[in-house]
């Protein structure tokens, strides 16, 4: 860990995730390395993912993503008028609640980097005091797989103002035509 760079969100990862990931498999402990599977954010994995990993920070991890993921589903089968897909857990109220505030925003981007930067949050409440033990190396992967989502964001946002000024300039010249 004193060997990795810090990170930031919104900044470019240093590394690429399936890059550390890579790196993190010949270094760790092999039940630790077991472990990486369970580290991505992933709907489908978080909702099967029931059992208990092993690993406390695992299972918070994936209880949390659990909770968001459910109630998000809740919140949008009810404004679809749609059957609901059960009662929503509400074992983590901070994730429960980002869940809710997100989806009563009007951008679905900014939405989504306010989940986002929740998660950020919450890996780092997670990780706690214990900076070099593993959980800080699950927490720096799933860090680096934001960051790379941030980067996405931003390269789709980019084009989308890129069409936006172009249209402008050309529906400009068009009409003095």
Request: net charge negative.
């Amino acid at each position: 860990m004193a060997s990795l760079q810090s990170l930031n969100y919104g900044d470019k990862p240093p590394v690429s995730s399936e890059e550390f990931r890579e790196q993190c498999n010949s270094v760790l402990h092999p039940d630790d390395a077991a472990l990486l599977k369970y580290c991505y954010y992933d709907a489908k994995l978080v909702v099967e993912t029931v059992q208990t990993t092993g690993s406390a920070f695992i299972d918070l991890l994936m209880l949390r993503e659990r909770v968001l993921v459910l109630n998000l589903a809740f919140i949008r089968a009810a404004k679809l008028k749609r059957p609901s897909p059960g009662d929503p857990p509400h074992d983590v109220p901070r994730a429960e609640a980002r869940g809710k505030t997100a989806f009563e925003m009007d951008d679905p981007l900014e939405a989504t980097i306010y989940i986002d930067e929740g998660r950020w949050g919450a890996l780092d409440d997670m990780v706690g005091l214990n900076l070099f033990g593993v959980n800080n190396i699950y927490a720096y992967l799933l860090k680096l797989q934001l960051m790379e989502r941030r980067q996405r964001f931003e390269a789709i946002q980019g084009a989308a103002n890129y069409k936006e000024l172009y249209d402008s300039i050309l529906n400009e010249y068009n009409s003095k035509v």
